[in-house]
């Protein structure tokens, strides 16, 4: 098993930044892949960025590409969301998944962006950005 929780969300003006994190714990979080979702009210949930159990390949969903960074940490069991040049419609609530995989497992293709390769869930934080 493995626990996600996010922190990081808050309230920010449009062009402005966030850094939203996310700590796995339990089993060791070195073999799984990481990502994040986001829902906005009255909308389904939707795939935003994931990040290899290595680190080294990373995919985006085309409305965040150049504007959110997502790494992560292994020493510490965490990922993160950089999130540049905030925008009103980037309102929602992020989640934190992960994914088991096997080593050297290449992030690409676009079966990361659905919800069903993910096994783990965090409750999400939520990032509010104001016009």
């Known amino acids: 098993q493995v626990q996600l929780l996010e922190s990081g969300g808050g309230l920010v003006q449009a062009g402005g930044s966030l850094r939203l994190s996310c700590v796995a714990s339990?089993?060791?979080?070195?073999?799984?892949?990481m990502g994040w979702f986001r829902q906005a009210p009255g909308k389904e949930r939707e795939f935003v960025a994931v990040?290899?159990?290595?680190?080294?390949?990373?995919q985006y969903a085309d409305s965040v590409k150049g504007r959110f960074t997502i790494s992560r940490d292994n020493f510490k069991n965490m990922a993160y969301l950089q999130m540049n040049s905030l925008k009103p419609e980037d309102t929602a609530v992020y989640f934190c998944?992960?994914?088991?995989?096997?080593?050297?497992?290449?992030?690409?293709?676009?079966?990361?962006?659905?919800?069903?390769?993910?096994?783990?869930w965090g409750q999400g934080t939520q990032v509010t950005v104001s016009s």
């Open positions: 998944a992960a994914a088991w995989v096997p080593r050297g497992t290449v992030i690409g293709g676009p079966t990361w962006a659905f919800q069903s390769e993910y096994d783990y």
């Open positions: 339990g089993r060791s979080a070195s073999g799984i892949a």
């Open positions: 990040v290899s159990r290595s680190g080294d390949s990373t």
